[in-house]
């Protein structure tokens, strides 16, 4: 596959920048073609089904598709991707879902999968029996200008709090479902309400408190360290997020999939250097003098000195910006660098002696042309 595999997936290409309709055609029918509930059994095909509703999550999303489509596969996968936290069925059940008769389901009003063999309970609100995904957690982490110049390669320990899934049974009040129906005969009426159990409290699930838990010792909680490497290329721009998948808040319940950690990457002002892009601009101050007749100097550049004479760029004028080609930052993702534009502040002194200064004219009209 190519770096864009998701155009891949919905055998589309890339460069022929599909609209949506292409896009949307594309996924119907390879979402009918390779759903799990119509090649039971075939885990090959079921993964393929999560992978081409994902690729279709990605690209009918003008945003995420603009994303993909700057960033490729694996900085996108590392970084931007959030289309994990859907469900391929909830995706698959809005795309198909009741009243959408307008890819080739016409004349099933009833039920647009009943020739299919696909086993969903479609109710009048549409709702699924999905499992619910916990929430994400967000963190900000603060990173140097160095570490956009280099790039991050960082292995990083996260504590994850968890709940003691051992030590929890099946609710025997309301059987797991969570809630349950009371019946009140209200003389020739019945009145039916529904509401949370209260032995789990909603959960369908009861903390045993199992001492002898090699885990959570009957607390019903442990912490687990994971150790996750942090990687970024280089050039990577401000506020840039990447997932960690299952870190984030953890299940309470068997029914429950754990949330995602979402880490965003601030980047610190540098002392030397403000950053446009993949470009650098640096002041650096000369004295009124060497500004005409030049000077020999230095600027710290990360890992190593700039050494120039300013002679090369003639006499400096105050507030002009002299570029230093590719001495930028490098693009993220891509085989390039910024340029660096130096901005001289000239430090004018005062004339001391005015006497001399029809001496100083001549001499400067012999200098220069």
Do not use: W
């Not at 009124?288 to 990360?302: L, M, R």
């Not at 390039?336 to 001549?362: A, C, H, Q, S, W």
């Amino acid at each position: 596959m190519s770096v864009y595999k998701n155009y891949d997936l919905l055998g589309l290409k890339k460069e022929n920048n599909p609209s949506q309709k292409e896009i949307k055609n594309a996924y119907h029918k390879l979402a009918l073609k390779n759903h799990p509930d119509k090649n039971q059994n075939n885990q090959k095909v079921a993964e393929l089904f999560k992978e081409i509703t994902n690729a279709y999550s990605i690209l009918s999303d003008e945003s995420k598709k603009k994303q993909y489509d700057m960033l490729g596969d694996n900085n996108y996968e590392n970084g931007m991707n959030m289309s994990n936290d859907i469900n391929p069925e909830d995706i698959f059940a809005q795309f198909f879902g009741r009243g959408n008769h307008g890819h080739g389901f016409e004349g099933m009003r009833d039920n647009p999968f009943a020739n299919f063999g696909f086993n969903f309970d479609i109710g009048s609100d549409n709702k699924f029996n999905l499992n619910k995904k916990c929430q994400n957690i967000n963190k900000n982490i603060e990173v140097t200008l160095d570490d956009v110049y280099n790039g991050i390669n960082n292995k990083m320990k996260i504590l994850v709090k968890k709940n003691c899934l051992k030590c929890k049974s099946i609710c025997d009040n309301c059987n797991g479902k969570g809630h349950i129906k009371q019946i009140r005969s209200m003389g020739i009426l019945t009145q039916i309400s529904e509401g949370p159990c209260d032995v789990c409290r909603g959960k369908g699930e009861i903390n045993n408190r199992n001492i002898n838990c090699i885990d959570c010792k009957g607390t019903g909680e442990y912490s687990k360290e994971s150790l996750v490497n942090l990687v970024v290329e280089a050039g990577f721009p401000n506020n840039y997020k990447t997932l960690f998948k299952g870190l984030g808040e953890q299940p309470k319940t068997s029914k429950q999939t754990a949330g995602d950690l979402i880490i965003q990457i601030n980047i610190l002002d540098n002392i030397n250097f403000k950053r446009q892009d993949n470009d650098l601009y640096h002041k650096y101050k000369i004295s009124y003098i060497d500004s005409i007749i030049g000077k020999n100097i230095e600027i710290d550049y990360f890992d190593e000195k700039i050494k120039l004479n300013t002679s090369e760029y003639g006499v400096l004028l105050n507030g002009k910006q002299y570029k230093l080609e590719r001495k930028g930052l490098p693009y993220f993702n891509k085989n390039k660098r910024g340029d660096m534009y130096i901005e001289f502040i000239i430090e004018t002194p005062k004339i001391k002696n005015k006497d001399r200064l029809d001496e100083l004219k001549v001499l400067l009209k012999d200098i220069f042309d």
